[in-house]
């Protein structure tokens, strides 16, 4: 059963175009994060939010987690071929000990 | 600091052959883990530990046993290899288990093949 589900799963897009990545769940997370992984290398960590409700910028990156918890989105403004690259989300509940990951969603920015 | 690391990078197995998967960290963290990735499906945990001596059973343990003997290393064993375990493998460390708030950091992967 997966816990978290991620759309799109494939998004391909021109340099400049605006996306937004969805993070859903039915469940309640404590806190969910993002990160970005390029191919040959492991994610990395892009933002952690906690709060529901919380938005957090990062340049041209917004992220904002749910009232409820349970639903996160990513929003890429003005995409940049840099961009390229699988977007994981991953939510941890309660104290936990244990990250659980969306399948992620691959981005490609063609310049 | 190297932060974390894995070795080997590629590896190509028999079936029924057995191997280490090295990590590890120098950034004294408590908590690391095992990750397996698999096309369309995300990662998913294999084993974890909060600190040295003590390990536990993530999302999928079987087939694959961890020990914690140093805070530094936490190698992952295959003890009898099997075509379903080909995958690209992840280590991660935090400076503690409270994923909520501790970022965690991703070693390169080992990318493992049993034919």
């Known amino acids: 059963t997966q816990l978290l589900e991620q759309s799109p799963q494939f998004l391909s897009i021109q340099e400049g175009e605006n996306l937004t990545v969805y993070c859903n769940s039915s469940?309640?997370?404590?806190?969910l994060q993002w990160y970005r992984q390029e191919p040959g290398e492991g994610p990395v960590l892009l933002v952690t939010v906690v709060t529901g409700g919380e938005v957090k910028k990062l340049k041209r990156l917004t992220f904002q987690f749910g009232d409820a918890r349970k639903d996160s989105s990513l929003h890429i403004t003005a995409a940049q071929p840099g961009d390229t690259g699988l977007y994981l989300c991953?939510?941890?509940?309660?104290?936990?000990?244990?990250?659980?990951f969306g399948k992620g969603m691959k981005l490609t920015v063609n310049p | 600091n190297a932060g974390v690391t894995q070795t080997p990078k590629f590896q190509v197995l028999k079936t029924g052959q057995s191997m280490t998967l090295q990590c590890a960290q120098d950034?004294?963290?408590?908590?690391m883990s095992w990750y397996r990735q698999d096309p369309g499906m995300g990662l998913r945990l294999i084993h974890y530990?909060?600190?040295?001596?003590?390990?536990d059973q993530g999302e999928v343990p079987n087939g694959y046993n961890v020990s914690r003997s140093t805070t530094e290393d936490f190698p992952l064993r295959l003890l009898s290899a099997a075509p379903s375990q080909t995958s690209v493998y992840f280590c991660?460390?935090?400076?503690?288990?409270?994923?909520?708030?501790?970022?965690?950091?991703f070693g390169p992967g080992t990318r493992l093949t049993v034919l």
């Open positions: 530990s909060v600190g040295a001596g003590i390990t």
């Open positions: 950034m004294n963290h408590e908590y």
């Open positions: 991953a939510g941890a509940q309660g104290g936990s000990e244990k990250l659980v």
């Open positions: 469940s309640v997370f404590s806190s």
């Open positions: 991660a460390s935090s400076r503690t288990g409270t994923l909520s708030t501790d970022t965690q950091y």
